[in-house]
């Protein structure tokens, strides 16, 4: 096998996982990360991120195989025909969201997000929260259980559950979702362009305290959290053929 074919397998811990990274490393060997030419990553969608997160500076593709519950970024699991299966994959190249956050104290928190950056309400009152796109501010105060920003390959995660559109892989947008707005009321959020940098800042912090939030990276007591897209980072996504991100938003709108 060239190396360009060598595989890395990483798994999560489950029992189910790493019972398929033994089949699977003893039926086609595995390399060091170093000498690999795709990864394949066995467990759910949050072990997806974790690898992706993991081996961002590598530049390989990653084929996901699905031994956990939802597997949205996932391929059907299978042990049979793997080489060929990773030679007609289909490539998808994500952008991750960039989070900086600025805590009470002054302190600073930086983080990537591939699903989205949310803000979420850390106390029993609902946060406070004024939105600038761009350097201008759009609304002056929303008040809400939490807001977030979701990249098109997130967009059926969080965002979906707070009611957010679902974004085709391929738009140049982000969605800026609300969640439980109620000031303004029934306000469902917006469309943004993919350039667009967003800022949060935090209003009354003490009495209503927010945390931040990039794919389960939290800070918390923050004051204000700038988001955009990291247009330096490209992810890697492998699919089957016919079952890529495109054709599992598109879908997934029909359920």
């Not at 790493?18 to 060997?29: P, R, S």
């Not at 946060?127 to 759009?138: E, F, P, S, V, Y």
């Not at 800070?219 to 897209?229: A, D, G, H, P, T």
């Not at 980072?233 to 938003?249: A, N, S, T």
Request: aromatic share 6%.
């Amino acid at each position: 096998m060239p190396k360009s074919k060598k595989i890395t397998f990483l798994a999560s811990e489950s029992e189910v996982a790493q019972e398929a990274l033994a089949k699977l490393t003893a039926a086609y060997g595995t390399v060091p990360l170093g000498e690999a030419g795709v990864i394949v990553a066995l467990g759910g969608d949050g072990f997806m991120l974790q690898t992706l997160h993991r081996t961002q500076t590598q530049g390989l593709p990653v084929y996901g195989m699905n031994c956990g519950t939802i597997g949205f970024l996932m391929n059907e699991y299978g042990e049979e025909g793997l080489p060929e299966r990773l030679a007609a994959a289909e490539e998808e190249v994500i952008n991750p969201l960039s989070m900086r956050a600025v805590r009470a104290d002054g302190s600073i928190a930086e983080a990537l997000a591939i699903n989205e950056v949310s803000l979420l309400r850390a106390g029993p009152q609902a946060a406070k929260l004024r939105i600038t796109i761009d350097g201008k501010i759009r609304m002056e105060e929303l008040v809400c259980d939490g807001a977030l920003v979701s990249t098109p390959a997130g967009s059926t995660a969080y965002n979906y559950s707070a009611h957010g559109p679902i974004l085709p892989i391929g738009a140049a947008v982000l969605a800026l979702t609300p969640m439980a707005a109620f000031r303004p009321r029934r306000w469902r959020g917006a469309l943004l362009p993919k350039t667009a940098h967003v800022r949060f800042d935090v209003l009354e912090q003490k009495k209503r305290p927010v945390m931040a939030d990039a794919d389960g990276q939290s800070v918390r007591e923050v004051v204000s959290v700038e988001i955009r897209s990291e247009e330096t980072i490209r992810h890697r996504i492998l699919f089957d053929p016919g079952h890529g991100l495109e054709e599992r938003l598109t879908r997934e709108q029909f359920v």
